[in-house]
């Protein structure tokens, strides 16, 4: 059985080469001036489909067998993975049927039936999309592409990290600390293979929305928690229930986790637009907004934050860049 690792890490970036973007790690004048620090952004929103999800639905979907090509693939996701799969199974030529909650995006749900997929829906509130999805492959034979729980999709992340300590050394940097969006935990499970070979001293901090605060839970507790019962939350791609069973396990070694409110996100979303001249999906944003509401502090430090999606909502971006936005928390 294929476990993650970093030698899988650098094997997704030969399988990633001349398919996925190498995204630019960037700086801002003005977010510098505003933290007192060096922030080096990664913009992952930049990557193929809008967010980092490429990464590992591409080292998954292009190691398919040609058998296996025939039957096709399906995956569950709120959005960005969604989109990642279809677009990864178009290039394939195979066919997705991917499973989204009722209240995706409108632009994501747009976004997987543009790149061919095919779209069942679910309540995310009453019904189980591991259920579903499960269900769809057992019965058309397909594949089951895991949005994290799953090897090749976790070491596909990991080259952001890799792609960050190359630059970073190309610049003759030192690196004080890494701040990374989680979820699932795939994309910071990915990032902590990268760091733990290549900059072991390097603090990973994880960021959530602060009611879907499942992996500080599981973190603080060292076993997989669930958050309390939440509102919603404006990071549609951030509300998973508990940390995954494969990406915990190597994110025991996340330095601590920091929580954002809506309207700290909603700022960090603004700010990208206003001042970096980059559209952010909340989801994505909550780095940067670890950053500009101080709950890490980067004066005097060299940091990097990974925006890492772009495909919000339009009326809902609208909203937040005219300040028309009423926050859930």
Known sequence: MHTASYHGVRDAARQLLGHAVRTPLIESPALNARVGGRVLIKVETLQRAGAFKFRGAWNRISRLTPDEVTRGVVAYSSGNHAQAVACAARMMETSAVIVMPTDSPK?????????????????????????????????????????????????????????????????????DQLVCGASGGGMIAGINLAMASLSPETPVIAVEPRDYNDMQLSIAADERLTHAPAPGTICDSLMTDRPGELTFPINRRI???????????????????????????????????????????????????????????????????????????
Do not use: H
């Open 255 to 329: 330095d601590r986790v920091e929580t954002v409110s809506d309207a700290e996100v909603a700022e960090a979303v603004r700010y990208a637009f206003r001042e970096l001249k980059l559209v952010v999906e909340p989801g994505g944003a909550v780095s940067l907004a670890a950053v500009l509401s101080g709950q890490v502090e980067a004066r005097d430090r060299t940091t990097a934050i990974i925006l890492s999606g772009g495909n919000v909502d339009p009326a809902l971006f609208a909203a937040i860049i005219e300040d028309r936005f009423t926050p859930i928390s």
């Open 107 to 175: 632009v994501k749900v747009e976004g997987v039936i543009a790149f061919g997929g095919e779209v069942r829906t679910y309540d995310r509130y009453s019904e189980s999309r591991e259920a579903i999805g499960e269900e769809i492959a057992r019965t058309r034979g397909s594949i089951l592409v895991r949005p994290f729980d799953d090897p090749f999709v976790i070491e596909g992340q990991g080259t952001i990290g890799l792609e960050i300590m190359e630059d970073v050394e190309a610049q003759d940097l030192r690196l």
